[in-house]
């Protein structure tokens, strides 16, 4: 394994390489993302680089979350830095004639949900469009682009034909019957896909907003690249508007891992993405006049989750409002009010002294939605109310006003750094809740890689000893978040304990985005190139 690793490493410098060779090609391309995103961005900083001193805490916390994606990659690993992972699902797909070997697995198992998996990659999209700036000025901006690619590469495979898209890799109960790692897999990896006659609506959509985000991230990277994911993300908007269904409906063999409650705001996502990807007025109609109306839920704030892209939605149509919604016509620019009051309402949710403070969350301060994966939601809205701040900041919008009380763009951070802090370990347990992040973290996450020694001859039931196993985890799962706390700010380190103990990649997804808006003191949100 190390000899192969060193012999990728080449290979994938020498990609980069070529990248910065072409770095000419790559401004001709700015310059025409520019002019074709100006209209929508017209109040936003020309400035490219511009940020504070560093905070070495959030710097440091940002560098250990990122590896988590590589600990979660399939495939034929490329520069692995992880000393425990190798190469692992070379074949999958095969069957089908695919190759879906790339792409990462979901959680502590070695299953490829796509759900999920293009929510984590829009996130990131997102979270490098937004903060490349800050990710460069602390050397995590290849390693962000890398794990992002990581995943489209995948989806692109994912989608062979127009209306075809497989949205699974292995069967969840047959994975789960083993305890093993993802390098020794020996359990059948059937494929599920989505087709015209059952389509999955919400998968499909997620999946165009994956790639739409992401053929922005590449634009300057790799034209050619950039482009193959925004025509792939228009076909799968067609496919997934066209023939509308729920995947939880039609393929209900899933309902218990990622059942989906409907699909209506990821079309909204994925069309929100197109038409900042493609200018394209016919998706800012479709998210507008066309569908604002029957799948916006106006006025009525969610939180942000692998289900739910409402809250996404809602800030990342007041960016346009924020930054230049003067050339959008009139009746979608109401539209676009709808949003922007909507995600008003969400951010006047979350500071504590808030006249309309929800009321979910812990005794020191914690957003507390779920007992399942409850860091979900307080890192999911701390991502949105940093890219909130910023846009307020960068636009001169000097306060939210909360029912009498306003908030500055600095309080609203102030909000952001308290729940990271509460991650990062300042809370009752005194516990950082990011693997390998302080002095004192989980050791016994619910992970498989994580749990077996990598010289450990274990098949699929007799691996269940190191679940068993009262040690704690040989292989560090750096940069997991686990699930996190209870209500009552308590944890159980304990292995089998998934409610807890268990990561997965979309808490990283967001944990990296918010950590990112906080590298730097000053944020300064900038325009998408
Ligand atoms: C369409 O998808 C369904 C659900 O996954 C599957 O059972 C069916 O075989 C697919 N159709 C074709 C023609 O492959
Ligand atoms: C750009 O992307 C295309 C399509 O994925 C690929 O074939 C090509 O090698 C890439 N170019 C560079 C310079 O990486
Ligand atoms: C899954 O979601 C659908 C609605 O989209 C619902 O009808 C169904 O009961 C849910 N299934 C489970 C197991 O929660
Ligand atoms: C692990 O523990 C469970 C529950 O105590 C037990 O049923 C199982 O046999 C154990 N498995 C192994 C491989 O030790
Ligand atoms: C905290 O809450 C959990 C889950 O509800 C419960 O099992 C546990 O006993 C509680 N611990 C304390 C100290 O109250
Ligand atoms: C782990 O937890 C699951 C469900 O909570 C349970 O079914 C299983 O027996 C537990 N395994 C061990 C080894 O304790």
Request: proline letters at 5%; one cysteine or more.
């Amino acid at each position: 394994m190390e000899t192969k690793t060193a012999g990728n490493v080449k290979k994938s410098e020498g990609w980069f390489w070529r990248v910065s060779v072409t770095v000419i090609g790559a401004l001709v391309i700015a310059a025409a993302v520019l002019t074709i995103l100006g209209d929508f961005r017209s109040k936003a900083p020309k400035v490219h680089s511009r940020h504070g001193p560093v905070v070495q805490k959030y710097a440091d916390a940002l560098g250990i979350a990122m590896q988590f994606f590589d600990v979660q990659k399939s495939g034929k690993l490329v520069n692995n830095r992880i000393s425990w992972r190798g190469d692992s699902g070379l074949t999958d797909g095969s069957e089908e004639g695919l190759d879906l070997s790339k792409g990462m697995y979901d959680a502590g198992d070695s299953m490829k949900f796509n759900f999920p998996m293009a929510f984590t990659a829009t996130m990131l999209s997102w979270a490098i469009l937004e903060y490349g700036d800050q990710m460069n000025a602390v050397k995590q901006l290849r390693p962000a682009q890398d794990s992002l690619k990581w995943i489209t590469d995948y989806l692109i495979n994912s989608h062979p034909s127009p209306d075809v898209l497989y949205i699974q890799v292995g069967d969840p109960d047959l994975d789960h019957k083993c305890w093993q790692r993802p390098e020794s897999l020996s359990s059948q990896r059937p494929l599920t896909q989505v087709n015209t006659s059952f389509p999955g609506t919400e998968v499909a959509a997620e999946t165009a907003a994956a790639m739409a985000s992401a053929s922005l991230v590449f634009k300057k990277i790799n034209s050619t690249y950039s482009s193959s994911l925004l025509m792939h993300a228009e076909q799968l908007f067609a496919f997934a508007d066209t023939y509308q269904g729920s995947y939880s409906v039609t393929v209900p063999s899933g309902q218990r891992f990622y059942n989906s409650s409907g699909y209506g705001d990821e079309l909204l996502w994925a069309a929100s993405w197109l038409y900042l990807a493609s200018a394209d007025r016919s998706y800012l109609s479709y998210v507008t006049v066309d569908h604002g109306q029957e799948f916006g839920n106006w006025r009525r704030p969610s939180w942000i989750s692998w289900d739910d892209k409402l809250p996404g939605v809602q800030v990342l149509l007041s960016r346009i409002d924020f930054f230049g919604a003067s050339e959008v016509p009139i009746a979608e620019n109401l539209a676009l009010q709808m949003y922007r009051e909507t995600a008003e309402m969400m951010m006047c949710s979350l500071p504590p002294d808030s006249p309309t403070a929800t009321s979910s969350r812990t005794e020191s301060g914690l957003i507390w939605v779920t007992e399942w994966n409850s860091l979900l939601h307080p890192v999911g809205a701390a991502f949105l109310a940093i890219l909130y701040s910023d846009y307020m900041l960068t636009s001169g919008t000097e306060a939210l006003e909360c029912s009498g009380r306003s908030y500055s763009p600095g309080e609203l951070r102030d909000f952001v750094t308290s729940q990271v802090d509460y991650v990062l370990g300042e809370n009752p347990m005194k516990l950082s809740y990011l693997v390998g992040f302080g002095e004192n973290y989980p050791q016994y996450v619910h992970h498989r890689g994580s749990s077996i020694p990598v010289d450990a001859t274990t098949g699929c039931r007799d691996g269940f000893k190191w679940l068993n196993s009262s040690a704690p985890n040989p292989n560090l799962a750096v940069g997991a978040l686990v699930g996190g706390p209870f209500q009552n700010e308590t944890y159980s380190d304990s292995r089998n304990n998934s409610m807890q103990g268990e990561p997965s990649t979309y808490n990283s997804g967001l944990i990296v985005g918010v950590l990112s808006g906080l590298v730097t003191s000053s944020p300064v949100a900038k325009s998408f190139l």
